[in-house]
């Protein structure tokens, strides 16, 4: 009997890991011919290869990329996550659809941890989402974004000289975990710490600590997988009640902030609230919030969604920019004479002063900089992975509800179809005025995603970007450090490690 009972299970888990993904996989590879590479591994699919590539060729994608290269035919990536087939879109057509038709593809929680950033912007779909992306658009216009340059001057200036810079990843995310602390609480958040640490120190520290749980640790890979996010907290080990721990603390604290600024709003008169609006996130958040309750549309305030709201633009805005920007520092590193085509670029436009909203758009030479940086290393290779929420017939493939989908942002920069020397590194490919991109159908170089969910933050991450370089820049000569090797590898998102990669001398 027990022999019986073995087999049926051994045949069950042969099912789900192999044949469940494996053969809607095939017959697509079957229809597609050609235009389809099938890259399947079981469990793993995909991420098996990417970090074999790591491992072998010192960077996550380097394998793929290679693939995609030598196959331009290819439109579809057909891979697996567990056992669930994942389809990767390579081609520009397939991901201008996916893009435009948001509404059939909601997202999936990469973190799989709940109450972090579930109901923050990032997660949230339909009409919520839809009120939430007009009440923080008010968060993110020109005029709110040019009132913290002042801010972002001063925290990069006091990081150069305070920073030890022997950890790049630490020195940056410090920077652009203060400016979204300081942009989202103002000033009832300076010197906030967390289970010891600054806030943001901790915030960064706590979600690679979950990604790497999640994605490294069998044991709890298997336990979310069987009994969904509450795994965290049924039979946790050490580690998992460690980071539970700290969850707690994180959400207690932000609470505690938000309700420090709650009872301060109330007592202020409606001037000053205004006045304060243009300040920071959280004020223009609880103002609406309380003005529903005084219409009587809500008896209590609701904590959950605004502190979401603020992890959610914490965890979105400030690795995202930290990686770009040591990303940018590296790539500075590796070419000498465009470190010194953009330090003169800088000096000849404000010489020591610091930067103001009217340099912006007159760093030229540092927009297509990092425009071509983002060609070749967008951290964000990709956005979130998407489910197919119903059966569909979606351009030429028949897609069916529960698969996984994600339009790759990496690929179609890198064929000869759209840029010409795709593979070199040139961002004066910028400078001309023909337009670098060719067959572009708006969809080809997209580092903020497009459509109606693009980056909410893009402005922001591309000022903060232009002002942390511009000073770094100016203060020191960068260059890669000759006592490690240089890779490019992935904490969640694809970025330059090891963290000591780069050395940084004081210009005379
Ligand atoms: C180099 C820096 C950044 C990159 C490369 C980047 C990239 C992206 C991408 C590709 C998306 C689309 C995600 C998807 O559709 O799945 C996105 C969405 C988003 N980003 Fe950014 N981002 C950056 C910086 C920021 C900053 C600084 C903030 C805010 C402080 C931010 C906040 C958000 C939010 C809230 C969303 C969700 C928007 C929505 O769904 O309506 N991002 N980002």
């Given at each position: 009997?027990?022999?019986y009972?073995?087999?049926?299970?051994?045949?069950?888990?042969?099912y789900?890991?192999?044949?469940?993904?494996l053969i809607?996989?095939?017959?697509?590879?079957?229809?597609?011919?050609?235009?389809?590479?099938?890259?399947?591994?079981?469990?793993?699919?995909?991420?098996?290869?990417?970090?074999?590539?790591?491992?072998?060729?010192?960077?996550?994608?380097?394998d793929?990329?290679?693939?995609?290269?030598?196959?331009?035919?290819?439109?579809?990536?057909?891979?697996?996550?567990?056992?669930?087939?994942?389809?990767?879109?390579?081609?520009?057509?397939?991901?201008?659809?996916?893009?435009?038709?948001?509404?059939?593809?909601?997202?999936?929680?990469?973190?799989?941890?709940?109450?972090?950033?579930?109901?923050?912007?990032?997660?949230?779909?339909?009409?919520?989402?839809?009120?939430?992306?007009?009440?923080l658009?008010?968060?993110?216009?020109?005029?709110?974004?040019k009132?913290?340059?002042?801010?972002?001057?001063?925290?990069?200036k006091?990081?150069?000289?305070l920073?030890?810079?022997t950890?790049?990843?630490?020195f940056?995310?410090?920077?652009?975990?203060?400016?979204?602390?300081h942009?989202?609480?103002?000033?009832i958040?300076k010197?906030?710490?967390?289970?010891?640490?600054?806030?943001?120190?901790?915030?960064?520290?706590?979600?690679?600590?979950?990604?790497?749980?999640?994605?490294?640790?069998?044991?709890?890979?298997?336990?979310?997988?069987?009994?969904?996010?509450?795994?965290?907290?049924?039979?946790?080990?050490?580690?998992?009640?460690?980071?539970?721990?700290?969850?707690?603390?994180?959400?207690?604290?932000?609470?505690?902030?938000?309700?420090?600024?709650?009872?301060?709003?109330?007592?202020?008169?409606?001037?000053?609230?205004?006045?304060?609006?243009?300040?920071?996130?959280?004020?223009?958040?609880?103002?609406?919030?309380?003005?529903?309750?005084?219409?009587?549309?809500?008896?209590?305030?609701?904590?959950?969604?605004?502190?979401?709201q603020?992890?959610?633009?914490?965890?979105?805005?400030?690795?995202?920019?930290?990686?770009?920007?040591?990303?940018?520092?590296?790539?500075?590193?590796?070419?000498?004479?465009?470190?010194?085509?953009l330090?003169?670029?800088?000096?000849?436009?404000?010489?020591?002063s610091?930067?103001?909203?009217?340099?912006?758009?007159?760093?030229?030479?540092?927009?297509?900089?990092?425009?071509?940086?983002?060609r070749?290393?967008?951290?964000?290779?990709?956005?979130?992975?998407?489910?197919?929420?119903?059966?569909?017939?979606?351009?030429?493939?028949?897609?069916?509800?529960?698969?996984?989908v994600?339009?790759?942002?990496?690929?179609?920069?890198?064929?000869?179809?759209?840029?010409s020397?795709?593979?070199?590194?040139?961002y004066?490919?910028?400078?001309?005025?023909?337009?670098?991109?060719?067959?572009?159908?708006?969809?080809?170089?997209?580092?903020?995603?497009a459509?109606?969910?693009?980056?909410?933050?893009?402005?922001?991450?591309?000022?903060?970007?232009?002002?942390?370089?511009?000073?770094?820049?100016?203060?020191?000569?960068?260059?890669?450090?000759?006592?490690?090797?240089?890779?490019?590898?992935?904490?969640?998102?694809?970025?330059?490690?090891?963290?000591n990669?780069?050395?940084?001398?004081t210009?005379?």
């Open positions: 009997m027990i022999f009972i073995i087999i049926i299970f051994v045949f069950y888990v042969l789900r890991i192999v044949l469940k993904p809607p996989l095939l017959i697509l590879k079957l229809q597609f011919g050609k235009e389809a590479y099938l890259w399947y591994a079981p469990i793993w699919g995909l991420l098996k290869y990417n970090f074999r590539s790591l491992k072998q060729n010192g960077d996550f994608f380097d793929l990329r290679k693939r995609m290269r030598e196959n331009p035919q290819v439109k579809i990536l057909l891979t697996n996550f567990l056992d669930t087939p994942f389809i990767n879109f390579v081609d520009s057509e397939y991901i201008k659809k996916m893009y435009l038709e948001y509404q059939n593809f909601p997202k999936f929680n990469l973190l799989r941890y709940d109450n972090l950033i579930d109901k923050g912007l990032l997660m949230t779909e339909g009409e919520e989402w839809r009120f939430q992306r007009t009440l658009g008010l968060a993110f216009t020109f005029e709110k974004l009132s913290r340059i002042p801010m972002i001057n001063q925290t990069v006091e990081r150069c000289i920073d030890p810079k950890n790049s990843f630490d940056i995310s410090w920077i652009t975990g203060e400016v979204v602390i942009s989202f609480f103002g000033e958040a010197g906030l710490t967390i289970n010891g640490k600054p806030g943001q120190v901790e915030i960064v520290k706590l979600v690679a600590d979950i990604m790497l749980q999640r994605f490294k640790n069998a044991y709890t890979q298997i336990k979310l997988m069987i009994l969904g996010n509450k795994g965290w907290r049924i039979l946790a080990t050490k580690k998992e009640k460690d980071i539970n721990n700290r969850v707690d603390t994180l959400r207690n604290t932000v609470k505690q902030l938000i309700e420090t600024r709650i009872q301060q709003l109330k007592g202020e008169t409606e001037a000053r609230k205004e006045k304060d609006k243009d300040q920071c996130f959280l004020d223009i958040y609880l103002c609406e919030l309380l003005k529903q309750q005084n219409e009587g549309s809500k008896k209590n305030i609701d904590f959950e969604p605004v502190l979401q603020f992890l959610t633009l914490f965890f979105a805005g400030t690795d995202t920019t930290a990686t770009m920007t040591v990303t940018c520092l590296v790539y500075l590193a590796k070419y000498p004479d465009v470190q010194n085509e330090l003169e670029e800088i000096k000849d436009l404000m010489q020591d610091d930067v103001q909203d009217t340099h912006l758009p007159k760093l030229v030479k540092m927009n297509a900089f990092i425009n071509e940086v983002f070749l290393r967008n951290p964000a290779f990709s956005p979130f992975v998407r489910l197919v929420q119903q059966d569909m017939q979606f351009l030429d493939i028949k897609l069916k509800k529960g698969w996984m994600v339009q790759r942002h990496d690929i179609p920069v890198i064929r000869n179809e759209h840029f020397n795709p593979e070199v590194f040139d004066k490919r910028w400078l001309t005025g023909q337009g670098a991109i060719q067959s572009d159908n708006g969809f080809v170089h997209i580092p903020f995603g459509g109606g969910r693009n980056c909410i933050g893009q402005h922001m991450a591309q000022m903060e970007l232009k002002i942390i370089l511009c000073h770094i820049i100016r203060k020191f000569q960068v260059s890669l450090n000759p006592d490690v090797q240089l890779k490019f590898g992935i904490r969640f998102l694809y970025g330059a490690e090891p963290d990669c780069l050395i940084y001398k210009r005379r």
